[in-house]
């Protein structure tokens, strides 16, 4: 009884949605390719498809993955510098080269605290271009090293993959897919449930990290209420503990390492990888 209730409670909707998220609460982008009927489990019809489900992801047809493929597109993604510029700047009503919040819409209200990196209401052509910069496909470097580290480790399934671990999946790797996928396979039952693919929870010293990097635009090693993502504004106040207006590493810690120790005691999964307060 208490293995079929298991199992049950492995195949609910919540359980699908919660393994469903990866980094940051990002979908999964790898699952959702390879889990093409989409109950949350890889079959061995899956398993055995791997090779061929994986190639929807390699958007440059280059034959491998890289990190830019294995995340969702940011919003605007798909624009140039230049082409978010003009499209932005369609809203400068009245024709000054800048634009400020009251000149765009509510749903680019969050874009535009993204841009305006100096906090001075004005958003400027060159801000936009570094803003695209800023969201575009991580293609290298020390931060994107990090995130694609990061992003590696945590997720199970593309643990497996990488068999080298060098950050990308080879064309090598994506030919011996259904072979790697079969190391998670822990009850040898030729498929892979949810359980044996979850992400591993990060820490919260690891959250942190993950919202610093995400979120302190500036890299002043703390986080404004400007900067803050909207899930975080009506929390805002009760974290900011010294009441400065910024949030800051000691502060994120407090708040992740109380919020996780109240859903363990609650009994509640905690999500592994939520990186903002007020997300559940």
Do not use: C
């Not at 398993?47 to 489900?53: E, N, S, Y």
């Not at 931060?143 to 080298?164: F, I, V």
């Not at 899930?231 to 996780?260: H, P, V």
């Amino acid at each position: 009884m208490a293995r079929k209730f298991l199992a049950l409670l492995l195949f609910s909707g919540a359980s699908i949605s919660f393994w469903a998220q990866g980094l940051g609460g990002q979908p999964r982008l790898v699952l959702k390719a390879l889990d093409t009927d989409g109950d949350g489990k890889l079959s061995a019809v899956e398993i055995a498809a791997a090779p061929k489900t994986l190639l929807t992801l390699d958007r440059n047809a280059d034959g491998q993955l890289t990190v830019d493929e294995l995340t969702p597109r940011p919003e605007n993604a798909g624009a140039t510098a230049d082409e978010l510029v003009k499209q932005l700047m369609a809203f400068d009503k009245n024709g000054d080269g800048v634009l400020t919040t009251d000149e765009l819409p509510a749903r680019m209200q969050s874009m535009f605290t993204r841009g305006d990196t100096d906090h001075d209401g004005r958003l400027t052509p060159d801000e936009i271009r570094a803003m695209a910069r800023r969201q575009g496909m991580p293609s290298g470097g020390a931060e994107g090293l990090k995130r694609q580290s990061a992003m590696m480790k945590n997720d199970p399934l593309l643990n497996a993959l990488d068999t080298d671990h060098d950050g990308v999946i080879s064309a090598q790797e994506i030919a011996a897919a259904s072979r790697s996928l079969l190391a998670l396979d822990v009850n040898h039952d030729g498929e892979i449930l949810p359980n044996e693919m979850k992400p591993r929870q990060q820490t919260p010293a690891e959250r942190v990290d993950h919202m610093l990097d995400e979120w302190d635009t500036n890299k002043d090693g703390k986080i404004s209420k400007a900067e803050a993502p909207d899930r975080m504004q009506q929390a805002f106040e009760s974290i900011d503990r010294n009441g400065d207006g910024f949030l800051d590493r000691d502060e994120l810690l407090e708040y992740f390492k109380t919020a996780g120790a109240g859903q363990r005691s609650s009994g509640r999964p905690e999500s592994p990888h939520t990186d903002g307060p007020g997300k559940p």
